[in-house]
């Protein structure tokens, strides 16, 4: 186009606006519905204006089936940028289609649209199992997108690779095929392709001694150790030999690397106990969030967290750790009950009140907590009142003398303890 032709606008607006607005995070909810701006953005992406390829292919990825055909059209588009826009919207509109194009696209000449096809190429995978968990191996719409991968680990562009193996562990223990690649990768001259090797061997399960390697490593560990999740999230689960390791790099300078580390001993359940008083340790760190991570990898581990009783003792005297201690001393079972009786009588608020939640599931098993809680009703403070009413009831124990004792707090002065017990007994006597 010549340069005193006019621009064309999408929308009304120029292509510079757009690439402005496209800086914001949050810049979809700015602009019209996908209806109302696809017929300029259709029209755009065939336009003799680069700049203007540009953002109709961003903007096309919230279109029509027109729009998909128009994404898939500007993949062979002359412009890397169009190219990459492209596809990146075609993935987030119709993953299985994107994965449809992402193997030619990894023999593209220009190694930009190679990592981007690497990186869709993953994307579309994790997009696919996402709606559908039970995504088959040799699923037919990704065929050839594993095999694409593995080719581009020994792509002559680091980026590449890098993209390659970071897309290669969305299809884990499927991507078996892929070890001997990524472990000569381990090697290799860019960091950042190390460590993404060693994040994607993680997660295909690699042999002992080679998850050992990397688990030791300071400058591979933290992200490997980002495979493995909590035991609340659907993620790979470290295998118990590599618990050693693990402990080890709970010693780790980098608050990044002792998250990932805590999350992987918290996949692991009560099979982690052993690393129960390196966990301790780390309720004193300065990083705030690697105190709430270990004090639910503590709850994680149940009665295996047993040695970490002095630990947990100091952590429900500290108003900003004390519930989630109340909490990890609940899981860990009666052993855990003199504390919490202990700290019935400190002078916190916060304290008491949590040691009613570390308390109450002892009520059956430990014969002194019901009366201690009991006289848990009358603490001068209404959220200890509260907290207690509701948790004789959880533990399912309100009847006889509890009943009656819950009964009195009727007419409690705070009425966010009223409506407890108004809940309560409404649940009583139906």
Same mark, same amino acid.
């Given at each position: ?6 621009r064309?606008?999408?929308?009304? &607006? ?11 995070p949050d ?7 996908a ?8 029209s ?11 953002? #109709? ?21 002359r412009?890397?940028?169009v190219?990459t826009?492209?596809?990146?919207s ?13 193997v030619?696209l ?8 190679r990592?981007?096809?690497c990186?869709t ?7 696919i ?14 065929t ?6 593995i ?7 680091a ?18 095929? #892929? ?19 060693a994040?994607?061997?993680? #997660?295909?399960?690699?042999?002992p ?8 490593? &300071?400058e591979l ?10 035991a ?6 470290a ?7 693990i ?30 008083r390196?966990?301790?340790g780390?309720?004193a ?7 709430w ?8 581990l149940?009665?295996?967290a ?5 630990e947990?003792?100091k ?7 004390a ?8 899981a860990?079972g009666a052993?855990?009950?003199p ?13 008491r ?6 308390l109450?599931?002892r ?32 533990h ?5 003398e509890p ?6 707090l ?5 009425e966010?303890v009223?409506? #407890?017990?108004g809940?309560?007994?409404g649940?009583?006597?139906?």
């Open positions: 186009m010549c340069a005193w032709m006019a064309v606008t999408i929308w009304g &607006r120029s292509a510079k606006d757009w690439e402005q607005d496209f800086k914001h810049f979809w909810d700015g602009i019209p519905e209806e109302v701006i696809e017929p300029d953005a259709l755009a992406i065939v336009s003799d204006d680069v700049e203007a390829r540009r953002v #109709a292919a961003k903007l096309l990825g919230r279109g029509s089936p027109k729009a998909v055909r128009a994404l898939v059209a500007a993949l062979d588009d412009d890397v940028r190219v826009r492209a596809l990146e075609l993935e987030s509109h119709d993953p299985a289609e994107a994965a449809r194009h992402v030619r990894m023999r593209h000449g220009d190694s930009t649209v990592a981007c096809a990186k190429g993953g994307d579309a995978r994790f997009a199992d996402a709606n559908e968990p039970r995504v088959t191996p040799g699923d037919p719409r990704l050839g997108v594993l095999d694409g991968l080719a581009c680990l020994s792509d002559s562009d980026d590449v690779r890098t993209e390659a193996a970071c897309a290669i562990v969305y299809f884990c223990a499927e991507a078996a095929v #892929a070890s001997a690649a990524l472990t000569a990768l381990l090697d290799d001259r860019s960091k950042d392709v190390r460590v993404q090797a994040r994607a061997l993680v #997660a295909i399960d690699p042999p001694a080679t998850l050992d390697r990397i688990l030791r490593d &300071r560990r933290g992200g490997a150790l980002g495979v493995y999740g909590p609340e999230e659907r993620a790979p689960h295998p118990v030999s590599a618990i050693p390791a402990i080890e790099a709970l010693a780790d300078r980098d608050p990044y690397t002792v998250r990932n580390a805590l999350n992987a001993l918290s996949g692991l359940r009560s099979a982690a106990a052993p690393a129960a390196a966990i301790a780390l309720l760190n300065k990083d705030k969030s690697v105190v991570i270990a004090l639910r990898t503590l709850r994680d149940g009665a295996g047993e040695p970490a009783l002095p947990l003792a952590a429900l005297r500290k108003e900003q750790t519930f989630a201690a109340g909490d990890t001393l609940a860990i052993a855990a009950a504390i919490a009786f202990e700290a019935l009588r400190d002078r916190n608020e916060h304290t009140e949590a040691a009613v939640v570390a109450a599931p009520i059956r098993d430990t014969p002194a907590a019901l009366p201690a809680l009991l006289t848990m009703l009358a603490d001068p403070s209404a959220n200890i009142r509260h907290q207690t009413v509701l948790a004789l009831h959880d399912g124990v309100l009847e006889l009943l009656s004792a819950v009964r009195r009727v007419d409690d002065p705070d966010r009223r409506d #407890a017990v809940y309560v007994l649940k009583l006597t139906r």
